[in-house]
């Protein structure tokens, strides 16, 4: 079997939860490669040993640029602060790699279009660490509404809240970065792939962005003024003609990981919450006189790929599992098996997203989402 090359970049929260994916996939999955871990970086070279150490990689460096250029490299992995992505991603396509980048893409939808005309032009193959759609029952909760389960879908409401900025004394970190930080692009992005995922294109927002602490510490300690909002929420309108709504907050005291949606249909409803990942509420308007209520749909082998991680239902995924499920569909792409499942054209459209959003926020008005080249169906 034809070996393929794993430079990873970054060995932080993500950087860890990439070298888990493809350490996972490898282990669940029939890949079309064999996987080899080739290059580790990091910001200085003690960092970088240290992550080789612990994930098994054959080399270190200190020096990003070293690992692209590394021919026994085929595919980048990019978990390094967003101000990043875009300099590492156009050098690792320049060099003829296949990229797999965190979210958000960019800093600026300017930015994230050349990307993915960057990678276009040079036949690479992309992906965008949008996990959360890589969940059995999150693709279970998409089939249901395609197939018309639900009906008529009347109204959708998605929210990504978590707590971890709540401490007004948080220091200084990257995600309060005039340019590319904020709650929208940290966990919005997330919640408007997964909307987008459900329901198919956003066509009009109308976004109230708001900063709630006006100054942050610096890391000697000194109060910073803050540019990036706290909590954003938006008004939705799909192209399939239903509204809804999303929110973002990394305020959120006591949800720890709060991404989650309601679908309203005319038929019923579905619930989910990524603090229960294996499991999908439904509710059927169809259910008798007295019997009405949400059920939960637990995940199990009738949903794959959950079955390739273990024969038995109901004994639960976890967060690195879905990275796999992530991993394994981008290595299906780069041999050809699928599409791109959610490549550069996807990362430049969420950031046009929440661009529009800022923009509407600053309007206090509805605003069209301009178009873009990848719209997902
Ligand atoms: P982190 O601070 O935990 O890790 C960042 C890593 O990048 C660290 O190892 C740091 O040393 C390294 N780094 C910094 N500068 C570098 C340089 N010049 N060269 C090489 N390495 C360098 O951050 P994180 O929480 O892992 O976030 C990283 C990215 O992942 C961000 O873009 C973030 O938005 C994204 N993210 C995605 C998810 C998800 O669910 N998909 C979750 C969290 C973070």
């Known amino acids: 079997m034809e070996r393929i090359g794993l430079g990873l970049i970054g060995s932080g929260f993500m950087g860890m939860a990439h070298a888990f994916g493809f350490a996972i996939a490898e282990r669940v999955f029939d890949l079309p490669y064999k996987l080899d871990f080739a290059v580790m970086a ?38 390094t602060p967003n101000a990043l992505h875009k300099e590492i991603a156009l050098a690792a396509i320049a060099a003829g790699k296949h990229v797999y980048c965190e979210k958000p893409l960019g800093l600026t939808s300017e930015e994230t279009e050349e990307m993915a005309h960057a990678a276009a032009a040079a036949g690479v193959v992309t992906q965008v660490g949008f996990n959360y759609i890589c969940n059995p029952m999150v693709v279970l909760a998409r089939h249901m509404i395609r197939s018309g389960e639900l009906g008529d879908i009347v109204n959708y409401r998605g929210v990504h809240a978590e707590g971890y900025m ?25 919640a408007l792939a997964t909307a987008e995922f459900l329901l198919g294109p956003i066509d009009e927002v109308f976004g109230d962005c708001r900063t709630v602490y006006p100054t942050r510490l610096s890391r000697d300690g000194t109060p910073v003024p803050v540019k990036v909002d706290d909590i954003t929420c938006a008004q939705l309108r799909f192209a399939r003609g239903c509204g809804g709504s999303m929110e973002a907050s990394w305020l959120a005291a006591g949800e720890p990981m709060g991404h989650t949606f309601h679908v309203y249909g005319t038929k019923g409803a579905i619930s989910f919450t990524q603090e229960r ?60 098996r699928q599409a791109e499942p959610m490549g550069f054209g996807w990362g430049h459209r969420i950031q046009v997203l929440t661009d529009t959003i800022r923009a509407s926020s600053r309007a206090k008005a509805w605003t069209n989402v301009p178009p873009t080249a990848f719209r997902p169906k």
């Open 166 to 190: 709540l401490d007004p004394a948080t220091g200084w970190n990257f995600r309060f970065e005039p340019l590319g930080g904020g709650v929208l692009a940290d966990l919005g992005s997330h």
């Open 42 to 79: 990091d910001a200085t070279d003690a960092l970088a040993k240290t992550a080789q150490e612990r994930f098994g990689f054959r080399e270190s460096t200190g020096d990003w640029r070293a690992l692209v250029a590394d021919p026994s490299v085929h595919m980048v992995a990019i978990t």
């Open 277 to 336: 990942l294996n499991e999908l509420r439904h509710y059927s308007c169809a259910d008798p006189e007295g019997r009405h209520g949400f059920r939960t749909i637990l995940a199990g082998t009738e949903h794959p790929p959950y079955g390739d991680f273990c024969v038995a239902s109901g004994h639960q995924l976890g967060f690195n599992d879905i990275k796999a499920i992530e991993v394994k569909g981008f290595l299906d792409a780069i041999a050809g």
